[in-house]
């Protein structure tokens, strides 16, 4: 298979930044090398997870092309307010040194179009030239991506290889049944953390772009360890990993909201991360009492942790 890169755990990185909303690259690429160091295939930079709408272009190139410099294996999110700029990312990506690309549907004008996402994708495809490159499905952006549009794509575009799916079980199994299964150059990328059982063991998925792992690595590590050992037909790992995901469901379940990012960088701080603590606008906070839930859903995450049998292979 030659879509590697995509094979493992991927943290969608956040954006750490000043009190000012400054993005801090520095900070960046000690989470980028922190997480390879800890077992990461690779990092994501900039999707959702990175507030890419919050950010200019320079800004996420910037970020991009300190990852590579500083040897982060890193996947490149192409969301952007129009193909042409989503098609410079993927270019910028490929002259840089990145590994691979994260693409997303054309947003805010004909998004529900398939001949213009047809042509969206076919440009920022191009664009990336033979960088590998995975689709970032979501219903969430109004537009789903179907086998027959993918394999249309591929027929012009070698390096599309494989899907990240963000929706929820009934679309992974969508995948898995009409485009990723029984084809070995082809990939399925869980996409939310909350599917990832269902994606690794009853889907086939070889991968995972998560949001709790920045903060989490070692545990969601151990999570997907499981999952690969169960849908090898262990089934003692089986029940390890259905209560590993009992455990996190609360923590795992903010990638699905809209407060995923700063839910995500309050555990990064809770974790000891202090770089966390700011947001790219200022009033973007939680309120108290949905910090305090979260602080209490952590400590009770954490005390579980450290008396499970299962933490350690």
Same mark, same amino acid.
């Given at each position: ?60 190139q910037v970020g991009v092309q300190a990852l590579v410099d500083a040897g982060v294996p ?12 989503? @098609? ?58 179907? @086998? ?147 602080k209490e859903q952590w400590q009770q995450f954490r005390n579980w942790w450290s008396s ?6």
């Open positions: 298979m030659q879509n590697s890169v995509f094979q493992g755990i991927i943290p969608a990185l956040m954006t750490p930044c000043s009190a000012e909303g400054i993005p801090d690259h520095k900070a960046l690429v000690e989470t980028g090398r922190g997480l390879i160091e800890a077992g990461m295939r690779a990092v994501v930079y900039c999707g959702s997870m990175g507030d890419w709408p919050l950010l200019t272009d320079k800004q996420r890193t996947v490149v999110g192409t969301g952007a307010q129009n193909t042409r700029e989503a @098609a410079a990312h993927a270019a910028h990506a490929k002259q840089c040194g990145a590994d691979g690309l994260m693409v997303i549907p054309r947003l805010l004008s004909r998004g529900t179009s398939p001949s213009a996402q047809r042509n969206h994708f076919a440009a920022v495809l191009s664009a990336g030239d033979d960088l590998p490159a995975v689709i970032y499905n979501s219903p969430y952006y109004g537009y789903e991506t179907k @086998a027959d549009l993918f394999f249309e794509l591929r027929k012009e575009h070698e390096n599309l290889v494989g899907f990240k799916e963000f929706g929820g079980a009934d679309s992974l199994t969508y995948a898995a049944e009409h485009i990723t299964t029984g084809n070995p150059d082809l990939i399925l990328m869980v996409g939310v953390d909350t599917q990832v059982y269902h994606g690794f063991v009853n889907c086939g998925a070889k991968g995972a772009i998560t949001g709790v792992g920045n903060a989490l690595p070692r545990e969601t590590l151990r999570y997907a360890e499981l999952c690969e050992q169960a849908a090898a037909g262990d089934p003692e790992s089986g029940v390890l990993a259905r209560q590993l995901s009992d455990a996190l469901k609360v923590l795992s379940t903010y990638d699905e909201g809209p407060d995923l990012v700063l839910y995500y960088k309050a555990l990064m701080v809770l974790e000891g991360n202090s770089a966390y603590q700011h947001q790219i606008n200022a009033s973007d906070q939680l309120s108290s009492g949905q910090f305090a839930f979260l499970w049998p299962g933490a350690e292979a």
